[in-house]
């Protein structure tokens, strides 16, 4: 099972974050503050040794991170990538990577083409739902972006499947004609030596599978979380939670264990369609109580999510097309991660490591 982890490269200050937000913004402000909502709410997460609190701008963190992802047998990083209209935000860790080459570990990028909206990357903005920066699209954007990321695509560690960069497009359908880009991607990447580029759709919803790859995607990567909240029976309902939640003091909070079949379905058995294995999930550091909560993940019930999904693809599907992605590597103001932490330490890594090496 081949394991790319999606990783985040908040973890660093930059001048946008310095304005927006206050000096010296980073995604661990909002995991720092964030507070229990609710009886049996694990918060703040708390990292811990052997990175702790760290600024990406330091090599060293990131040659940890890699080491700590190969041993618990992680192909490759899929840093997310931020471009609007040839500006970028938090590229500096990822382009440190390319330039000096370290860690000499495997990676691809994530497309996060989405407007930034305030209420979204902190739970400081309260309602304000104030657009900090538009995601736009044009054809000649097309191309600028494909030839800013061709250095990546040449580079020997970037993640390839039949000669094509892997690339993966956080909301496929929000761009208007996606088909035109795919089409003008893959003849641009031909033009420079390889056979395309494998175009990952990422979405929350496994009925829009067959869509996206009608679109021209090579593969779907399906985060069922959407199709865990629009199950609200699953919801954790006791009298009081009802009523906290139907006036809107609550978050919406679901059980590890009810989630699991989710994201083991007999659909993750097509060849094009990429699963996904998730430690956790708790968007309360950033959206407070309008966030949707996972509670009572443990790396023995991640093992038990992880053990399944191997088990469904390992038969169906060539070696190189049994991709999973891990979501996340780093991603604490989501609460999925798998880096230690004071409550499971290397819990989450060893689980991991283990079910592969069955």
């Given amino acids: 099972m081949r394991v790319i982890a999606y990783y985040l490269p908040q973890f660093h200050q930059i001048k946008e974050n310095d304005e927006w937000w206050g000096q010296g913004f980073t995604e661990w402000d909002s995991v720092r503050c964030a507070k229990p909502l609710f009886s049996g709410h694990t918060q703040p997460r708390v990292p811990a040794q052997p990175l702790g609190y760290y600024n990406l701008m330091n090599p060293e963190v990131r040659l940890k991170q890699a080491k700590l992802a190969k041993e618990a047998g992680v192909e490759g990083f899929c840093y997310w990538h931020y471009w609007f209209k040839g500006k970028q935000l938090l590229e500096k860790p990822f382009l440190e990577v390319l330039e000096t080459r370290q860690p000499n570990f495997p990676f691809c990028l994530a497309w996060a083409n989405e407007s930034w909206k305030a209420k979204e990357w902190s739970v400081k903005s309260g309602k304000n739902d104030k657009i900090l920066i538009e995601q736009t699209y044009s054809d000649e954007d097309n191309e600028a972006h494909f030839n800013h990321l061709l250095s990546a695509f040449n580079d020997d560690r970037y993640i390839k499947i039949d000669n094509k960069p892997l690339f993966v497009i956080y909301k496929p359908f929000d761009i208007p004609d996606v088909k035109n880009m795919i089409s003008k991607w893959n003849y641009l990447s031909v033009k420079s030596g390889f056979n395309g580029i494998f175009f990952v759709g990422h979405t929350l919803y496994s009925t829009q599978r067959l869509e996206l790859l009608n679109l021209g995607f090579d593969a779907v990567n399906v985060v069922p979380l959407g199709d865990c909240r629009r199950n609200v029976r699953l919801l954790v309902k006791t009298f009081p939670q009802k009523i906290k939640y139907a006036i809107g003091k609550e978050p919406f909070v679901y059980k590890y264990k009810d989630i699991i079949d989710f994201f083991c379905q007999p659909y993750i058995k097509q060849i094009n369609v990429f699963p996904t294995i ?81």
């Fill in 278 to 358: 998730l430690p956790n999930w708790d968007h309360s550091p950033r959206s407070g109580i309008n966030a949707m909560v996972i509670r009572d993940s443990n790396p023995e019930l991640f093992a038990k999510m992880v053990r399944k999904v191997k088990e469904t693809i390992s038969h169906c599907k060539s070696n190189d097309k049994q991709v999973v992605f891990l979501k996340s590597w780093n991603e604490w103001g989501e609460g999925n991660y798998m880096e230690p932490d004071t409550l499971y330490g290397m819990g989450y890594i060893n689980a991991l490591k283990n079910v592969l090496n069955e």
